[in-house]
């Protein structure tokens, strides 16, 4: 079993930049991903990178603004927000697949996720 930690989330105005951090134990993962859930909306794929970090993808909504990475040593994966928007505001999860799983936009192909951070954008 994937326990899956998140953090970084927080208050910001409109145009500022939040860094939010997904802390893996147990097994090691294949694809992670970020999604968000929004109060009334369904959660939405945000940016996943792949097993070994090469592959990354975007929703077209943040592309640009938003940058995620992994640190395979350290067990983490990390997504940078950049000018941030009002419509930003959301719980944003992370998730993984299990191990040598790829880079899906679907939330269903995710195994593991963790309990969510609140990202408020202030206008």
């Known amino acids: 079993q994937v326990q899956l930690v998140e953090s970084g989330g927080g208050l910001v105005q409109a145009g500022g930049s939040l860094r939010l951090s997904c802390a893996a134990s147990g097994r090691s993962t294949g694809a992670m991903g970020w999604f968000r859930q929004a109060p009334g909306k369904e959660r939405e794929f945000v940016a996943a990178?792949?097993?070994?970090?090469?592959?990354?993808r975007y929703a077209d909504s943040v592309k640009g603004r938003a940058t995620i990475s992994r640190d395979s040593a350290k067990n983490m994966v990390n997504l940078q927000m950049n000018s941030l928007k009002p419509e930003d505001t959301a719980v944003y999860y992370c998730a993984g697949r299990r191990n040598f799983g790829t880079i899906s936009h679907a939330h269903r192909d995710y195994d593991y996720w963790g309990q969510g951070t609140q990202v408020t954008v202030s206008s």
């Open positions: 990178i792949s097993g070994d970090g090469f592959f990354t």
